[in-house]
């Protein structure tokens, strides 16, 4: 089995979204499903937070997911090192990690930048980052939420090459 890890910066909003929709997106995809863990942190985050509301409820009425049970995690060695994939949300988080443990130099990008640089044809030269919905609106995490499926959802396609 391959472990991938998402990371972010409080793991409240992103990478906890990104968690939910990677394992939802899990069970469309029986030929991998079995194949991945998955787990997320944060570069910045406190042991035991729950997800903010706003992405609990997002996921709930957007993609019938339910990661109310999320609680936040510390990156940490033990995490970086079970993890043959550790993908970021923003370019500094990818840094941040690459700094705090350098022997993930290789292993470590942002979610963006992985499924460009694996997918034939892509030639998107936007932001490598997905923008922090944390005290946003409904409609900021709706916004982000979308993208990060749209990522995971191309991440799939990857995955499955």
Known sequence: MKHILFVCTGNTCRSSMAEGIFKSEL???PEIGDKFIVESAGVNAYDGDTASANSIKVLKERFGIDISGHRSKQINSDLVNKADLILTLTVGHRDM????FPGARDKTFT???????NSKGTKDTGSLDVRDPFGGSMEVYEKCAEE???EIRALMIVLKA
Do not use: C, D, L, P
């Not at 990690?97 to 705090?100: E, G, H, Q």
């Not at 979610?111 to 640089?117: D, G, L, N, Q």
């Open 27 to 29: 069970t469309k995809n």
């Open 97 to 100: 990690v690459v700094y705090n």
């Open 111 to 117: 979610i963006k930048e992985f499924v460009r640089k």
């Open 148 to 150: 990060i499926a749209s």
